[in-house]
């Protein structure tokens, strides 16, 4: 019997919809766009990466190294090896905290803390907090956790930092969970210990859990009275802590972080963690303990270095006209308004936003900044100090001259 032919329809295959509701991150975007300039010969200043240029210092590499020669390169624990961990929690009391080894989940990276954080926690429709300006990946994990974010807009006259009335008119029934980044990325604000206060006994009073992201903790450079959320006792039971190594130890390709929290939110997160990525590197594992345990004067170097920067990066910008600056207090990010300057135009490039302006500024001045468009800012661009002095002072004389064009 002859085989009867039957018409094939083959499927559109495409992408699940749940990848298609999430936006990548666009800081890694400029990022990479700076990357794909170079290689073809395009000189570019890039302003954009939230990386210090430091190299890691020499201890951490040795221990590294030393790791590798030991046959330290097997899958560790999934919570990470017990003498980082309990270093870690040592780290952190000695900030005023009062952890054990067990209450630390050590991760590939404080973003993937973040992750774990969120997915431990949040349930369908829970709503989340987020003051705004955000770090650009946060509204995206929360997509992902199932959460529901509710903005809390800030601006520059509450120097980007929230007030109760606007956690008290946000918070519902559907509430919880708020995330605080202090100091912040992007806008390098620090909340005082009072405010910290304040935000604590309001989420005492409401049952919200606090996500305390504290990656650019050791990187404060003006007298303020501050601290780490380790250091409240009464919020330990609803608090979980993120912290890490690459920003305050240049370790950012290490990835290295991790999550601080009381033992059944590490448990869920614990799990969660061993169906992605078991384990956190065994190699950058070593080499964080050594992080640890090394002398403060060479983070102290690194720490005054960034001051340097941004004293000298804030005090061109603020001297620029149309620019407005509040002047930042930890991190090594400005995030000066650029509003003045939509509707110039130069070359026939009229400018009507954030991310106008930053396109303009790479093609003309061959300068990379992060439109603040990526932070729920679209009136600000951000510009990182994460960079050599030489390239902050030519940066900024070609960023005069093009804003200077802009009619």
Same mark, same amino acid.
Request: proline residues 6%; contains cysteine.
């Given at each position: 019997m002859a085989t009867q032919n039957v018409a094939f329809q083959r499927k559109a295959w495409q992408a699940s919809n749940y990848s298609q509701n999430i936006e990548g991150s666009k800081t890694l975007a400029v990022t990479a766009k700076v990357a794909e300039l170079r290689r073809q010969g395009i000189e570019v200043i890039s302003l954009g990466a939230g990386e210090p240029d430091f190299n890691t210092p020499a201890a951490i590499c040795e221990a590294a190294i030393r790791a590798i020669h030991d046959g330290q390169t097997k899958y560790t624990p999934n919570a990470g090896i017990f003498e980082l961990r309990q270093a870690i929690a040592e780290f952190l009391?000695?900030?005023?905290?009062?952890?054990?080894?067990?209450?630390?989940?050590?991760?590939?990276g404080a973003k993937q803390s973040i992750v774990n954080a969120l997915f431990a926690t949040l349930d369908v429709g829970d709503e989340v907090l987020l003051p &705004?300006?955000?770090?650009? /990946?946060? *509204? @995206?994990?929360?997509?992902?956790?199932?959460?529901?974010?509710?903005f809390l807009p800030t601006s520059a006259n509450q120097h980007y930092k929230i007030?109760?009335?606007?956690?008290?008119?946000?918070?519902?029934a559907k509430t919880k969970l708020l995330i605080l980044n202090s100091p912040s990325n992007p806008t390098g604000m620090v909340y005082t210990k009072d405010e910290l206060e304040a935000i604590c006994h309001?989420?005492?009073?409401?049952?919200?859990?606090?996500?305390?992201?504290?990656?650019?903790?050791?990187?404060?450079?003006?007298?303020?009275? &501050?601290?780490?959320?380790? /250091?409240? *006792? @009464?919020i330990r039971q609803q608090l979980l802590l993120v912290n890490g190594f690459s920003k305050s130890h240049a370790m950012t390709g290490w990835r290295l972080g991790y999550l601080a929290a009381k033992t059944p939110f590490i448990q869920a997160a614990m799990k969660i963690q061993s169906h992605t990525t078991s384990n956190a590197c065994s190699i950058s594992q070593y080499a964080a303990l050594a992080a640890l345990n090394m002398p403060e004067d060479e983070l102290k170097l690194m720490k005054d270095e960034f001051k340097r920067r941004r004293d000298y990066t804030a005090d061109r910008l603020s001297a620029m006209p149309g620019i407005e600056l509040v002047r930042p207090q930890g991190a090594f990010y400005l995030f000066p308004s650029v509003e003045q300057y939509f509707g110039r135009s130069a070359d026939g490039i009229v400018i009507h936003s954030a991310m106008d302006l930053s396109q303009y500024l790479l093609d003309a001045a061959r300068i990379a900044v992060v439109p603040g468009e990526?932070?729920?800012?679209?009136?600000?661009?951000?510009?990182s100090y994460a960079t050599s002095m030489e390239n902050l002072q030519t940066a900024m004389d070609r960023m005069e001259e093009a804003l200077h064009r802009l009619q």
């Open positions: 009391n000695a900030m005023g905290g009062d952890y054990a080894p067990e209450e630390i989940l050590v991760s590939n &705004t300006p955000y770090w650009t /990946s946060y *509204p @995206e994990q929360i997509k992902m956790a199932g959460g529901t974010c509710v007030h109760l009335e606007q956690l008290e008119e946000a918070a519902t309001f989420c005492l009073e409401h049952d919200i859990l606090i996500l305390s992201d504290e990656i650019y903790i050791q990187l404060i450079y003006d007298a303020i009275e &501050t601290g780490s959320l380790a /250091s409240f *006792p @009464e990526a932070f729920g800012a679209p009136g600000n661009i951000r510009i």
